[in-house]
C-alpha cells in the first residue's frame, strides 16, 4: 500500500512491490510515477532487480533513469541470500545531498541489501 505523508514543502511516498501494481507492458515505470502524483521521493522495497541487471541497465521498465529524479540504490550481493532483493529510492534531482548503500556497519547486513540511507 502507497503512504502519503502530508508535510509542507515535500510529497514522499513509500511502496512494497509485495502487492505490486501492473504496469502495462507498453509503460515505463516513469508512468506509475506519473499516476501516483510524481512524488518528491519514493522509498521501495524488494525491488527485485539484481545488481548485475542495474550496472547493464537492462532492468525492466527504465527503472534506473528516470527523467528528473535520481536513484540510489542497495541490491543484495549475498550469494547465501538468494531471495533477498533490496531497496532503492528515488528523488527529484536536487533534494538529496548523499546517499549510502552502506550505513548499517555490517558486512554481512550491508551485502543484503536492506538499506539506503539519503540526507
Not at 11 to 40: C, I, M, V, W
Not at 51 to 78: K, N, T
Not at 90 to 98: E, H, L, M, P, Q
Request: net charge positive.
Amino acid at each position: 500500500k502507497e503512504h502519503q505523508f502530508p508535510t509542507d514543502t515535500k510529497q514522499r511516498s513509500s511502496l512494497s512491490t509485495k502487492k505490486r501494481e501492473k504496469l502495462p507492458q507498453n509503460h515505463a515505470f516513469s508512468y506509475f510515477l506519473f499516476r501516483h502524483g510524481s512524488p518528491d521521493i519514493l522509498c521501495i522495497q524488494e525491488h527485485k532487480i539484481s545488481l548485475s541487471q542495474l550496472s547493464s541497465r537492462s532492468e525492466m521498465l527504465g527503472a534506473s533513469m528516470l527523467e528528473g529524479y535520481e536513484s540510489f540504490w542497495s541490491c543484495c550481493v549475498d550469494p547465501k541470500q538468494k531471495g533477498f532483493h533490496g531497496v532503492v529510492t528515488y528523488a527529484k534531482v536536487g533534494t538529496v545531498r548523499s546517499a549510502d548503500a552502506a550505513p548499517l556497519g555490517s558486512a554481512e547486513l550491508d551485502a543484503q541489501g536492506r538499506c539506503v540511507m539519503t540526507d
